[in-house]
């Protein structure tokens, strides 16, 4: 492998692939270098860094925004997938996009499998579905689907995510409202990276993978496992989704089932152990009683 080529490389998962490619010859755009809804501006960056490689990890992200405005989220998630791929397969580099758990309608009580048809009801997870079609469209396109990502270092000033919530909560002795009927497959950004980074060095076959934690959870239970985790008593305020007013429906049920991204080489480690690694690596938090 020789170089690498980052879109969204800015973000959470975008400078976690970053890392993981550190010891390789890198070009990471972020928003402010490259527009990855202008084709040609994609073309030009392509064919200026040449790649063998191509991560996409931009992605327009505002679930509830995107039903108002979807135009924008296919500008991002959809068209802008395309003209990578398409400068992908024109110069001959692997390419790989990432996916989301809301292409599913969360109507099931088991971890759904890449074979499971989409069902998408919002703007957004359309958006995604299609940028799915655009990259594994490419011969040599990897789509890995992620979900309820985590993993971001103490000083992080990006946009954060759900578990970041979370412990910023539990450290502050704030009650923290957590989903008890939303089951999820939290996905730890170093071992998504981990897990990219192999694909596209392994020879495993291109195609659509589920690249999240083992095991899945409840917010709840998620929360609950952080708290013992940082050795506090949380203040837990247990809601339903139905208790929640969102204008983009999401999954209720959406884990990911990981087996085919095992079966090619990378078994992705449970996620108590992701979760427990990520507060490690966070630094030492003095235990205390947050049960005010």
């Known amino acids: 492998m020789s170089r690498v080529l980052i879109t969204g490389a800015a973000g959470q998962l975008g400078s976690a692939i970053v890392r993981a490619f550190a010891d390789r010859e890198v070009v990471a755009h972020t928003r402010a270098t490259l527009d990855v809804a202008d084709p040609a501006a994609v073309r030009r960056a392509v064919a200026d860094a040449a790649p063998s490689v191509i991560v996409n990890c931009a992605a327009y992200n505002a679930v509830d925004t995107a039903e108002d405005a979807p135009g924008d989220a296919f500008a991002v998630n959809a068209m802008a997938v395309r003209s990578l791929a398409r400068a992908a397969e024109d110069s001959g580099a692997a390419f790989v996009h990432f996916g989301t758990d809301f292409v599913f309608d969360g109507e099931t009580d088991a971890p759904y499998g890449e074979e499971t048809p989409p069902s998408p009801r919002s703007a957004y997870a359309m958006s995604k579905l299609v940028g799915e079609w655009f990259a594994l469209d490419t011969p040599r396109g990897f789509v890995l689907r992620v979900e309820s990502l985590f993993g971001t270092p103490p000083d992080w000033r990006g946009r954060r995510g759900t578990l970041d919530g979370l412990v910023e909560g539990m450290e502050q002795a704030r009650p923290v409202r957590v989903f008890t009927d939303r089951v999820v497959s939290p996905s730890y950004v170093v071992d998504v990276a981990a897990a990219t980074r192999f694909m596209v060095e392994s020879g495993a076959p291109p195609g659509l993978y589920h690249c999240v934690n083992s ?21 837990l305020e247990r809601i339903t989704m139905d208790q929640v007013r969102m204008k983009a429906p999401r999954p209720r049920f959406c884990a990911l089932a990981n087996r085919k991204l095992a079966n090619a080489g990378f078994p992705m480690p449970h996620w108590r152990d992701a979760l427990a690694r990520w507060i490690a690596s966070r630094g030492a938090f003095a235990s205390r009683d947050c049960d005010l």
């Open 215 to 235: 095991g899945h959870a409840t917010w709840h239970d998620v929360a609950a496992e952080t708290a013992r985790l940082l050795g506090v008593t949380p203040r």
